[in-house]
């Protein structure tokens, strides 16, 4: 029997979803593809989750893309490769797409390689802790593609135009270090360190008011895309929604009994 390419924990408030193909360093497959898709999106529907996790098994995060089930045909790079003529493709159901529109705060826990789709993949979640062991392999164009999963987006939001080019077009390893010199990461971790810090940073963040969290993930989305004054309207229709809700009645009282709050995202 098979293991799942796709394994899902929970703990708490906190879903940890795993790629689980440590003998091939998590190289993505379709198969893949569409398990995680479907873990993001049932992590995100869940209201008891309120922090995600997304890490690898083994010694690597994600070494990208499968290319040996690429050269036999199969996989996204095989099928989008080669002649046959012109398709429609949708971008509905990409793991990178559903990232971007998840209203749940998803950390990656970048624990060995990040090579290709791999570090798409890291940069589409919103948080970032990487093992002091770990590396960032943005080697793209050495293998004549772009960063077509989010990279191109990212980066020069991230890093500004002119280191996204020098990563992506030199091509070089980035140690992890480096990926926190950069702004990539928000944190080194020592390697036996790094489960414990990653549920510790979830347990955190599923403290706070979860309606605020989620807010606060939409409207830094919008703001992304908005004029300044158009981003303030919308922050002002959210505040006043969150006025109303339990969790700030119970922010209020908390305060004021000298106690810490205890919130249920209503």
């Known amino acids: 029997m098979t293991n799942p390419p796709i394994l899902t924990d929970r703990i708490g408030h906190t879903m940890t979803i795993t790629l689980n193909r440590p003998e091939a360093m998590n190289a993505i497959t379709s198969e893949m593809l569409s398990d995680l898709n479907l873990a993001l999106k049932a992590a995100d529907d869940d209201r008891d989750v309120r ?18 089930q690429a050269a036999q045909g199969g996989g996204i790079a095989g099928a989008l490769s080669g002649a046959g003529g012109a398709n429609h493709y ?59 999963s989010g990279g191109t987006w990212y980066l020069p939001r991230l890093l500004g135009w002119a280191k996204a080019c ?32 990653s549920l510790d940073w979830c347990n955190k963040i599923s403290a706070n008011a979860p309606l605020a969290i989620a807010e606060m993930k939409r409207l830094f989305r919008h703001g992304l895309t908005q004029d300044f004054e158009s981003h303030s309207h919308h922050v002002l229709m959210s505040v006043l929604n969150l006025f109303k809700s339990n969790d700030f009645n119970e922010a209020v009282s908390a305060y004021m009994e000298k106690r810490e709050p205890e919130f249920e995202g209503n």
Request: net charge negative; proline share 4%.
């Open 51 to 68: 922090a995600v996790i997304l890490t690898g098994s083994g010694r690597a995060f994600c070494s990208g893309l499968d290319l040996k």
């Open 90 to 148: 949708s971008t509905r159901e990409i793991c990178t797409v559903t990232l971007q529109r998840m209203d749940t705060p998803v950390i990656a826990v970048i624990n060995g390689a990040a090579a290709g789709y791999g570090l798409d993949l890291a940069l589409g979640c919103d948080m970032r802790l990487i093992s002091d062991r770990a590396k960032l392999l943005p080697g793209f164009a050495k293998m004549g593609v772009i960063p077509e």
């Open 166 to 197: 020098e990563i992506s077009m030199l091509g070089d390893p980035i140690s992890a270090h480096q990926a926190l010199e950069y702004g990539l990461v928000n944190q080194v971790v020592a390697e036996a360190s790094l489960h414990e810090t």
